[in-house]
């Protein structure tokens, strides 16, 4: 037998083994419970990079130690297989199709997932791209449409010239594509949404639901929904005979509204410099503002630029004309396009105010200042607390008494209405692109747009296409997908040419898992409900607001459809950080990067494994280190060489562990394993500490050697050395599958040590004989004694003053307290 870990034979024999003897296959005992553990899906980009061999290797530690813990477990796997660089690299190389590069991806990286031990139930795999998918897909496109959940309209949209196409607000980082860097353009064009602000209210509140989430996530969520409570305000426009309608969160402070804001994009704004001196001036001064970025516009940093468009608005409080101004900080995609504008209470209308002299009226006075404001002569806007001042019959009230008694007044005049706003905006799904489920819906001049039937999905994307991105779906060139006819008339129509955003595919694929075959129906209520929501789900921090939003309002979506009971997808999420090398994130432009391959070719899979565990707690980033690799490597050698080594010795053991007849260095190493047992449980099982788990097990194995190092044979305890073998295979079982495997198969067990029964502590072996005090004299340590665990506290005194270094402090000094801490120290305070 070798002496050394021999992985690829051992990979090889196992791999096989569980994929004849379907060892993954999702459970269905109905007297087990059920849990339900998924990682994010990957896109198929040909290769496994270390990030993903953490995430899945965290996922698949849960899914065995469930399995053995007397769970039916479903973990799948599947493919977000849509998307951008599948069509790039078709532009690339010119003679692969999209399709073509993405199933060959597809096959080389599930190998690569195989190889790692990885315990999907690969008959539940889902592919995107697929029609069997894509057309669900695009039936709950058809479901919204007919709910009046998807809508069309023209809209000005954020553009990426290099990506060519329409990205979601969600979807511009800092003014730039999310995915490619480059900053993003607006455009006005015709696009399809998804009304996720129907649900904002709902996606706010049901945070409360989402008790396994990092707090950090939930607040990310909640500031990018955005809810404030105001007002909606009219203000006339006697120059249109028209109303401004505008949101304010501070109606309380409408007296003090000397001048009004629009959006230089706002539809108002040509109609009241149409034909004035102003027209022009105010024309130059809208392409100059297009050309700021939207970060740029609304940085407090960022120089407030306005121009006065020569009109005025009424305020409705007190009927004084003011200013209409536009300027850049004012965005048309947020609230209504227009402010009120009240400079002595808003740092920003305040600076706007001094640069264009426009009046400055306090309203809201400090409770601690006895001289009253004068907007005049101030040098900063107030947004403090305190009472009402030039606001007539409110004056005195504070700025809450003064928020409900003003709306409520003037709710009931008739220029405010009460409600609640959000900053979230609608989910732009429309994408100029080919690789993407194309959109099902056609257009009639008679029947307008019309939904495709279920009976006619999917709409298949053609395979004959010229891919090259002109700003256009490329399938607006293709005549035979194009030209169709109506289904409700039958008369001519075209077919929308742009396909939809992939974050719609990977909003729902969480369900599909649980019913994957189905042909009749995306799932069935009763299958979806066996196992949602997801027990545990696993992905990186950069998906916070994109897709766990997104699958949060289609989850929503399908509760109100009656196809499952619940409104939330994921119990607990769990977001892991990134795997660093030289202390920055791997990529090939750095020349960073580490291959997962090299590593499983040089030690293994349960190495990688084991390391990718063990270097750093599942949620922070960890660094990459080849000495810690090595290290990952001999310990599992060791392991490997205790079993092995020991092999006679445990499988002639005597039959059964008798601990009260243990010595005491048998006492120790029995408490070590049960310790172990309930470090490693509460660790993989309630915290996911995985790096204090593996730390409990090598803390066991050194614990074992030390035991059999320091006897002969003939004085070790064959039965604990028994015990403990198994139990140090067992826990170590999640984290290293394969060393595990082989070794239990050792030890004569006819059973898979995956399907075998995780191993319980027992308390009363916890317990310790003795224990160690810690003596102090005035705070600093100078001893420690080892005396009988259930010694009292005068037993532990009377031999602390008995110890001869003790003696010394004690002739030199007077005794003036004893501090005794239970079990830990006793602390003697000498004078």
């Known amino acids: 037998m070798q002496d050394y870990y021999p992985f690829q034979e051992v990979e090889e024999k196992w791999l096989k083994n569980w994929e004849d003897s379907n060892l993954h296959k999702t459970g269905d005992d109905p007297e087990k419970e ?5 990682e994010m899906f990957p896109y198929p980009s040909g290769n496994l990079h270390m990030g993903h061999v953490r995430v899945y290797s965290i996922g698949d530690v849960i899914a065995r130690y469930k399995r053995m813990k007397g769970y039916n477990v479903l973990h799948p796997m599947g493919w977000d297989a849509f998307g951008l660089p599948a069509e790039n690299a078709a532009i690339k190389h010119g003679n692969i199709h999209p399709k ?8 080389h990286m599930k190998e690569q997932m195989k190889a790692m031990g990885l315990s999907y139930d690969w008959d539940r795999e889902v592919t995107t791209a697929a029609k069997d998918y894509y057309k669900w897909t695009q039936w709950f496109f058809t479901q919204m449409f007919n709910d009046d959940l998807a809508y069309r309209k023209e809209s000005t949209v954020n553009w990426c010239p290099s990506c060519e196409t329409v990205l979601a607000n969600e979807q511009v980082v800092n003014d730039a594509c999310e995915r490619c860097g480059t900053e993003v353009d607006h455009r006005d064009l015709e696009q399809w949404f998804l009304k996720i602000t129907d649900y904002a209210e709902r996606l706010l509140d049901d945070h409360e639901l989402l008790e396994g989430w990092p707090e950090k996530v939930k607040t990310m969520q909640k500031n990018w929904i955005g809810r404030s409570e105001g007002c909606r305000v009219n203000f006339e426009l006697p120059k249109l005979d028209k109303e401004l309608e505008v949101f304010t969160t501070r109606p309380d402070t409408l007296f003090g509204a000397t001048y009004m804001v629009l959006a230089p994009e706002h539809p108002y704004v040509s109609e009241l410099t149409a034909g004035t001196e102003k027209e022009e001036e105010v024309e130059a001064f809208i392409k100059k503002v297009k050309k700021q970025k939207e970060q740029e516009r609304t940085s407090a940093e960022t120089e407030k630029l306005g121009i006065f468009t020569g009109a005025y608005a009424e305020n409705p409080v007190n009927g004084e004309k003011i200013p209409v101004y536009i300027a850049n900080y004012v965005l048309m995609g947020y609230g209504t396009g227009a402010i009120m504008a009240v400079p002595a209470h808003d740092q920003r209308d305040f600076d706007f105010a001094r640069k264009y002299d426009i009046e400055i009226t306090a309203v809201i006075q400090p409770e601690d200042q006895e001289e009253e404001l004068v907007g005049s002569e101030m040098e900063a806007a107030y947004a403090g607390e305190g009472y009402l001042i030039n606001s007539g019959k409110y004056n005195g009230l504070n700025v809450e008494e003064a928020f409900d008694k003003m709306a409520e007044d003037f709710s009931e005049a008739g220029f405010v209405k009460v409600e609640t706003n959000y900053r979230l905006r609608d989910w732009l799904i429309s994408r100029q692109r080919y690789w993407g489920a194309p959109i099902p819906i056609v257009y009639c001049d008679d029947c307008g747009a019309v939904a ?3 009976k006619d999905l999917p709409v298949e994307l053609p395979h004959d296409v010229e891919f090259s991105p002109t700003g256009e779906s490329p399938l607006k060139k293709v005549d035979s997908f194009v030209n169709t006819t109506c289904p409700e008339c039958g008369g001519p129509a075209k077919r929308e040419t742009d396909t939809m ?5 990977s909003s729902w694929y969480f369900m599909r898992y649980a019913d994957s075959k189905n042909e009749e129906t995306p799932f069935t209520k009763d299958s979806l409900d066996q196992w949602f929501p997801v027990d545990q789900y696993i992905g990186g921090i950069e998906h916070a607001i994109l897709h766990l939003l997104y699958a949060r309002f289609f989850t929503k979506v399908v509760h109100d459809m ?3 009971d619940y409104v939330e997808p994921f119990t607990n999420w769990l977001a892991q950080g990134m795997v660093l090398k030289d202390g920055a994130k791997m990529s090939k432009s750095k020349g960073n990067v580490v291959d997962p391959k090299d590593i499983l070719d040089e030690y293994g899979a ?3 494994r084991l390391f990718i565990l063990f270097a750093s707690p599942p949620e922070k980033d960890l660094e990459w280190s080849d000495k810690g690799v090595e290290g990952a ?6 392991v490997w060489r205790f079993v092995t080594e020991n092999l006679e010795l445990i499988n002639n053991a005597e039959t059964e562990l008798k601990a009260d007849t243990l010595d005491k260095d048998g006492k120790t190493l029995y408490r070590t394993m049960h310790a172990s047992i309930k470090k490693v449980s509460e660790d993989v099982g309630k915290r996911l500490n995985f790096n204090t788990a593996i730390s409990a097990i090598m803390e066991l194995t050194n614990e074992v050697y030390s035991y059999l190092n320091d006897r002969s044979v003939e004085d070790t305890n064959t039965a604990l050395i028994k015990e403990v073998a198994e139990k140090i295979i067992l826990l170590l079982a999640p984290f290293a599958p394969f060393i595990t495997e082989e070794l239990w198969d050792y030890l004569g067990h006819a059973e898979n040590v995956h399907s075998a029964q995780w191993p319980e502590y027992k308390e009363e072996a916890l317990k310790k004989d003795e224990i160690t005090i810690v003596i102090q004299v005035n705070g600093k340590v100078r001893d420690k004694i080892n005396i009988a665990a259930d010694a009292s506290e005068a037993e532990v005194k009377e031999q602390v003053m008995e110890e001869e270094k003790i003696q010394s402090y004690l002739e030199d000094g007077n005794l003036i ?9 006793v602390n003697l305070v000498i004078q």
């Open 34 to 38: 059920n849990y339900y553990v998924l």
């Open 100 to 107: 073509e590069w993405t199933w060959e991806n597809i096959a």
């Open 452 to 454: 495709v039937p279920e």
């Open 501 to 505: 955003d992939t974050f719609v595919d």
């Open 562 to 564: 009656d196809m499952t």
């Open 606 to 608: 349960d190495t990688a």
């Open 633 to 638: 490597d001999r310990f599992l050698n060791r």
């Open 817 to 825: 307290k004893t501090i005794y801490i239970p079990k830990k120290l």
